[in-house]
């Protein structure tokens, strides 16, 4: 059989099985409760006023991120409960490292690393900068979880944030730091938006 008859054929075969697939039409989900308006709230943000962020929404943002929750586990999962999270915060000038069990900020780096972040320029408007890093295996996952529920945080305390990957990975491992083992996640800008 030659090819262009193989391929009608199969095609045909894979039209018809289509056709006669089966559809569930859902009910229209039910967003009364406090979680699903945070979902639906939830939206990436690129233009942020100067309105600085008070240390309490930012250590409310942190816990959010990888803190430490009532149960004294993580706020996220992490694979093989490993908590190899790491999350840089650049705030008023300076770039901390978040120590989720105290639940404060150490300073870490002296560099700007601002533009390393920079590629777009709305990043300079954004007050907080946070940089999620961890083991090359997990850290998408991991770094997932967490810039989640910081936007979801952030969607219902009427605040503003975005998920980036257009950094400088490369400077960015140098400056902070980082073993061969660590990888640079994602960067999240995080402040209030532009009236």
């Not at 095609?11 to 945070?38: C, G």
């Not at 006023?49 to 240390?55: E, F, G, H």
């Not at 690393?113 to 850290?139: C, M, N, R, W």
Request: hydrophobic share 40%.
């Amino acid at each position: 059989m030659n090819k262009k008859i193989l391929s009608g054929v199969l095609s045909a075969v894979m039209l018809s099985a289509t056709a006669q697939a089966e559809t569930i039409d859902l009910p229209k989900p039910e967003t009364d409760s406090p979680l699903m308006q945070a979902i639906d709230a939830r939206k990436s943000t690129r233009a942020y006023s100067n309105k600085k962020v008070s240390k309490q929404e930012l250590s409310n943002v942190l816990w959010a991120a990888f803190g430490v929750n009532s149960h004294g586990t993580r706020t996220i999962p992490t694979a093989r409960n490993l908590q190899d999270v790491k999350v840089f915060v650049i705030y008023e000038g300076k770039t901390w490292l978040y120590d989720g069990i105290k639940n404060q900020l150490n300073e870490y780096e002296t560099a700007d690393l601002l533009p390393d972040l920079a590629t777009q320029e709305f990043v300079y408007d954004a007050p907080v900068h946070l940089i999620y890093v961890g083991s090359k295996k997990y850290a998408d996952v991991h770094a997932g979880s967490a810039y989640q529920n910081v936007a979801l945080y952030a969607a219902v305390n009427g605040m503003a944030s975005v998920v980036r990957g257009l950094i400088d990975r490369d400077s960015l491992h140098q400056k902070l730091h980082l073993s061969e083992d660590e990888v640079i996640a994602f960067h999240q800008t995080l402040g209030y938006p532009a009236q």
